[in-house]
């Protein structure tokens, strides 16, 4: 079962000293707003163009990219899913979108790391018709997070993902996250986020 005591991340390990991220270079050299036109560049984060995670299951698949907000210009991570329409294929034409809000971001990625049990977002969307669940659920031996994103009009899309691909997606979401507040380090951000959790926030 889920034990707050047995995070699959832990920031034992990280320098007593992480270096601090110049992030006013990283947001003048990587700074692409979501909403140019489809001549621009897709907006990247801390990352390279077009650089996104995806995690497959049998009936649907996820994937997450940086994003961001188009009012407040909050660096974020965009979750889309798609249904399956054969063996290891899927959708993506037909996709749900929905962007991680100002204040799901550090829910979301808790999660992720294995901080927290488990988030739900709903009322995304113009028509507030989207939302998304994530939970860690044990089976035996084998402990998965399940993401599970649904739309108005569309079957639910659930997604089995391993820990070490969790991770790998909740490594993503913070960086993304920490790009809004000049001069926070991941340690400073993982830290924060255990606190709140110990707090039941």
Known sequence: MYNPNNSIYSTSHFDENPPIQN??????EHYKPAHQDLN??????????????????????????????????????????????????????????LQITKTELPHVISVFLGIKEKFEGRSHGPQKNKGFSMSWQTNGNSTNLFVCVTEA?????????????????????????????????????????????????
């Open 40 to 97: 621009k560049p897709r907006y990247s984060g801390a990352f390279k163009e077009f650089f996104s995670l995806k995690c497959h299951g049998k009936k649907a698949a996820i994937e997450l990219k940086p994003s961001i907000t188009r009012t407040s210009e909050w660096e974020t991570v965009m979750l889309e899913s798609a249904t399956s329409i054969g063996p290891k294929q899927f959708d993506w034409s037909q996709k749900s979108s």
């Open 153 to 201: 009009g569309k079957p639910a899309m659930a997604v089995p993902i391993s820990g070490m691909d969790a991770m790998m997606l909740g490594h993503m979401a913070c960086l993304q996250y920490i790009r809004n507040f000049p001069g926070m380090t991941v340690d400073a951000c993982i830290k924060s986020l255990e606190i709140m959790s110990r707090h039941n926030v």
């Open 23 to 28: 992030y006013q270079e990283a947001v003048n």
